[in-house]
């Protein structure tokens, strides 16, 4: 099949990026794209992976779980730190990218017997405690939406390309945000924005949208709205500022479409039954909305005695991490140990 033609020297559109789309075969190029502080297309650069094994402490022998796979990087490096011997287990709800991520695994060699793949969402982890012997060492989550599902259009997470106003992590279920912003009501809206992303034009916001909802189908007509309303308003100040409220409208939007919250909130209510006494859990957050839940969650059980020891202060990716990778700049890691306590046993 001949690949896509495109005009220039160098290609813009994301189908149009033959070599970055098949790293396999065009190595060295991805190497110079991840050397020029860009994340190449169709790839995900993982966040803070020195910090988190260094939190998670994966040993020869351990079982543990990746509960948002992506393209599956974290993943390789815990495979390669609980070998021999060791299980990993990696889920994801995303039908799309899971089984390539899987197929990149098992073409490192692992197979079935050290790495178990599942598509489900992480707030039902509870379901894989008997394939996992009753507990995990260790569980790592990273929130962050992956680089393969920003970068292709087809997707609709991004406003930077034009693509179908979608924002579902998986595309086969629930309802797109072009049907969402459809039914939903103004003030409905307003508070959705507000609540998800701390937007500060939240009612310009909501106003112009449910006044234009039934033209809005595609991504860029959304950011050109939002764009045309807050460029008349002085109190919206400049141009990245207007292009920050576009991006937390498409994030405030992702998180009702995909009932993200309510995801983070089971799964964080889960960890201690799911973790074996002693087991070490690590996530990675991108937003207030999610470090401010994952941060409580951890306080309030350690007060009840549920965590032995937590995070005391949020750890960042380094400078160098950030201009090598400027995709990690909003990301903050999390860490807690299960206490080995009775109760929890009687949990199990």
């Known amino acids: ?100 991520a899987a197929l990149r695994l098992r073409a490192l060699g692992y197979t079935d017997k050290e790495f178990i793949f599942r598509q489900i969402n992480f707030a039902g982890i509870p379901k894989m405690l008997a394939d996992a012997g009753g507990g995990f060492d260790f569980i790592l989550a990273d929130l962050g939406v992956s680089s393969m599902q920003l970068d292709n259009p087809a997707r609709g997470f991004t406003f930077k390309w034009e693509g179908p106003l979608d924002l579902r992590l998986n595309p086969h279920r629930g309802q797109p945000a072009s049907a969402l912003i459809k039914k939903i009501s103004e003030k409905a809206l307003e508070k959705m924005l507000f609540f998800n992303s701390d937007e500060p034009h939240a009612e310009i916001i909501a106003k112009v949208i449910h006044e234009n909802r039934d033209k809005i189908s595609t991504t860029k007509a959304l950011a050109d709205i939002i764009k045309e309303a807050l460029s008349s308003k002085a109190s919206a100040g400049s141009r990245d500022a207007i292009t920050t ?51 409580k969650f951890f306080q309030d059980g350690l007060e009840a005695g549920i965590y032995s020891d937590i995070s005391r202060e949020p750890i960042r990716p380094t400078p160098k991490e950030c201009f090598d990778n400027p995709r990690s700049k909003s990301a903050i890691l999390r860490w807690a140990i299960c206490a080995p306590q009775d109760h929890l046993k009687e949990k199990r």
């Open 1 to 100: 099949m001949r690949r896509v033609r495109y005009k220039g020297k160098h290609p813009r559109r994301f189908e149009e990026k033959y070599k970055e789309l098949n790293p396999e075969k065009y190595a060295g190029d991805i190497e110079k794209i991840i050397k020029s502080g860009k994340t190449p297309a169709g790839m995900h650069r993982s966040i803070c992976v020195k910090e988190i094994l260094e939190v998670l402490d994966p040993k020869p022998g351990e079982t543990g779980l990746d509960a948002t796979l992506g393209f599956g990087g974290h993943a390789e490096e815990l495979l390669r730190r609980i070998m021999p011997g060791g299980r990993l287990f990696g889920i994801d709800i995303d039908p799309i990218e899971l089984p390539r």
């Open 245 to 295: 409220s576009i991006r937390r409208t498409f994030q405030a939007l992702r998180i009702e479409v995909n009932d993200e919250f309510s995801a983070l909130e089971q799964f964080l209510r889960n960890l201690p039954i799911c973790l074996k006494p002693g087991g070490r859990t690590a996530i990675l957050t991108f937003h207030s909305g999610e470090d401010n839940r994952v941060m």
